[in-house]
């Protein structure tokens, strides 16, 4: 087994940050030094196999993406990152594991449903992947499938109280599946927007002719999902069900939240990258030579893009550093502009849902320490510590002390990071997201379980690296 020492750098935790040598054995941390130390009069670095210097950079646990959806099928078309381009773009950004969607469709077997995302993963990941379960359609034999999942490794499912007819369930579906929550102590995860209210409003903007990207932001208001968030708190308030809000976007949503958290409920709330940068007044003036007004699908996803105006940004950032939100994911979904946003040219509703943000997310967030958002350690906490914590990995993941797995990045301060397609684009798509942002630091060195992944700007892994990460009940319940 290959001995390393990362020597030199600043560990930095959730709690705290120090000056420390870290000692790996093969595929595990066995030991944080003080630097420089000695083992029987000979210096540690002399004995090991391999040095990472480390001096002057950020030594950290590894990023955990906790919510991606790898080859989606989706809005017609299929997301653009496979497991292969999609994990091995994560690890160029300094996340190491990732947690996906298995799907279970209308009319399909849960269990089925799960054996094909293990099938179109297996082999193929070049990090750690868990997964999640999508319940498209709840009824008596996906509610006992479900209450096996955990046995599976499977200890979260998500429910989406939008898109009528695809993956929509309503009020008695919901109360039913949070009950299996309730009884077997798995996290139910939800898409909270009202989607048949939004379905009317969406086609009353197309009857007026209003068929531009923009307008889908129009037609999923804030109201559609505080409502759906308050609904989806009620609900599990009565079940006694453990909530967990993906992607919430908008600033009323997090009030419902924090409501639901002071009155004691174990109700917790993601937020993305997208929501934090980006707007809904950006989309409206995007307008490209390529794409015309239609530039603004690049953004359509949902939840959408909040006013600025409004002030959604600010109470995201707002609500990580009071912990009224306690995650940053990505809800990665890449599409391409060609053949794939491109179906809803005429038609906004058309436009596949998503943006691909795996690759950024680590930096993004570093910006916000960068411009004093954020501190350094609540950095560490949000996009890695606590999506561990929450979805059954820590010890294992999420943190660098002995007998965790050596996912580690060694991140660079006074590195600098462009982003752009041309730049340092690695996911399966046309497009950046993210074309033109700057970000004051850079991923240096990136190791999933001991192995070098990532070193510079060189992908040194390997397909199939990745293994299935089996996971417990959260941790954060307890
Ligand atoms: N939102 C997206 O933007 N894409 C996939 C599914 C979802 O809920
Ligand atoms: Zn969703
Ligand atoms: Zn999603």
């Known amino acids: 087994m290959t001995t390393t020492l990362i020597s030199g750098g600043t560990v930095v935790s959730a709690t705290g940050r120090a000056a420390a040598d870290v000692l790996i054995d093969g595929e595990q941390v066995v030991a944080l030094l003080q630097p420089g130390s000695e083992l029987l009069g000979t210096s540690v670095a002399a004995s090991v196999d391999r040095v990472i210097d480390a001096t002057g950079k950020y030594v950290i646990p590894g990023g955990i993406d906790a919510h991606t959806h790898m080859q989606l099928p989706f809005g017609g078309t299929e997301a653009s990152d496979t497991f ?184 917790y709330g993601e937020t993305c990258p997208q929501y934090l940068y980006l707007s809904l007044e950006d989309q409206l003036g995007a307008s490209g030579p390529e794409w015309g007004s239609f530039e603004g699908a690049k953004w359509v996803c949902s939840t959408p893009l909040r006013s600025r105006e409004e002030g959604h940004q600010h109470s995201m950032w707002q609500a990580l550093r009071t912990n009224d939100l306690q995650m940053v994911s990505t809800d990665h979904c890449p599409f391409c502009m060609k053949d794939q946003k491109e179906l809803g040219l005429s038609d906004f509703r058309k436009i596949p849902n998503g943006i691909g943000s795996i690759e950024h997310r680590m930096d993004l967030m570093y910006q916000g320490v960068v411009t004093g958002e954020i501190t350094l350690e609540r950095w560490v906490e949000l996009t890695s510590t606590t999506p561990a914590r929450m979805f059954g990995l820590y010890g294992r993941k999420g943190v660098i002390q002995p007998g965790a797995d050596a996912d580690i990045v060694v991140y660079d301060p006074n590195g600098h990071t462009s982003i752009g397609l041309e730049k340092t684009h690695h996911m399966n798509m046309d497009y950046s997201a993210w074309e033109g942002y700057e970000i004051d630091g850079k991923v240096d060195t990136v190791l999933s379980r001991g192995k070098v992944v990532v070193e510079g700007d060189a992908y040194v892994g390997a397909k199939g690296d990745g293994r299935f990460l089996k996971r417990g009940l959260s941790q954060y319940l307890i």
């Not at 995302?117 to 379960?133: L, M, V």
């Not at 359609?137 to 996906?142: C, P, Q």
């Not at 009565?238 to 909530?243: C, I, N, Q, S, V």
């Not at 992607?247 to 958290?261: D, F, G, N, P």
């Open 84 to 267: 292969e381009s999609g994990t091995r773009a994560a690890a160029h950004g300094g996340t190491t594991s990732i947690i996906d969607f298995a799907v279970q469709t209308y009319g399909q077997r849960i269990e089925d449903g799960l054996a094909a995302w293990h099938e179109k993963a297996a082999g193929n990941c070049a990090i750690d992947y868990g997964f999640h379960q999508i319940v498209g359609d709840v009824n008596e034999a996906s509610l006992a499938a479900m209450a096996k999942l955990p046995d599976e490794g499977i200890s979260s499912f998500k429910l989406f109280m939008a898109y009528p007819g695809v993956f929509y369930s309503d009020d008695a579906q919901i109360l039913k599946a949070m009950q299996v929550s309730r009884d077997t102590g798995m996290l139910t995860m939800m898409h909270a927007e009202n989607g048949p209210a939004i379905d009317v409003l969406a086609q009353q903007l197309v009857d007026q002719g209003k068929t531009d990207p923009y307008y889908h932001g129009i037609a999923r208001a804030w109201e559609m999902e505080e409502e759906a968030t308050h609904r989806a708190i009620m609900l599990a308030k009565l079940t006694g069900a453990p909530l967990y809000v993906v992607h919430v976007s908008a600033k009323q949503a997090v009030e419902q939240l924090a409501w639901a958290r002071d009155k004691g409920q174990n109700v």
